[in-house]
């Protein structure tokens, strides 16, 4: 009896040791990483696809979808969406055009 007390006390003590990040400190990342994009991000009025992807600690990455109007004049303010990458060790974000990800418009 007094072993598995003495487990039961030592898991205990371990347990209360895990620190997970709170709400109010995601809420912050992922602010973070939507100015981080949004600055990378060459559209103009570039808005978030939903939330951020957060991949695993060692891949290092979250994945952000990026749609907005490209600001070249010849574009004529066509939409577009980029695929921003966050560097969680260097703390940059990364942008690549998209647009495959968008299906086709089919003429009726």
């Avoid at 695993?56 to 109007?69: P, T």
């Avoid at 703390?91 to 055009?97: D, F, S």
């Amino acid at each position: 009896m007094k072993n598995a007390a003495l487990t039961l006390l030592c898991l205990t003590a371990l347990a209360t040791q895990a620190h997970a990040s709170s709400p109010d400190a995601w809420a912050a990342y992922d602010k973070t990483v939507l100015v981080s994009c949004t600055k990378a991000s060459g559209l103009k009025n570039a808005k978030p696809v939903g939330n951020a992807a957060q991949f695993d600690d060692r891949v290092g990455y979250s994945a952000l979808l990026l749609q907005g109007q490209y600001p070249q004049k010849h574009m004529k303010g066509a939409q577009g969406t980029e695929l921003c990458l966050y560097n969680k060790k260097s703390k940059t974000a990364y942008v690549t055009e998209w647009d495959s990800i968008r299906p086709a418009v089919q003429a009726q």
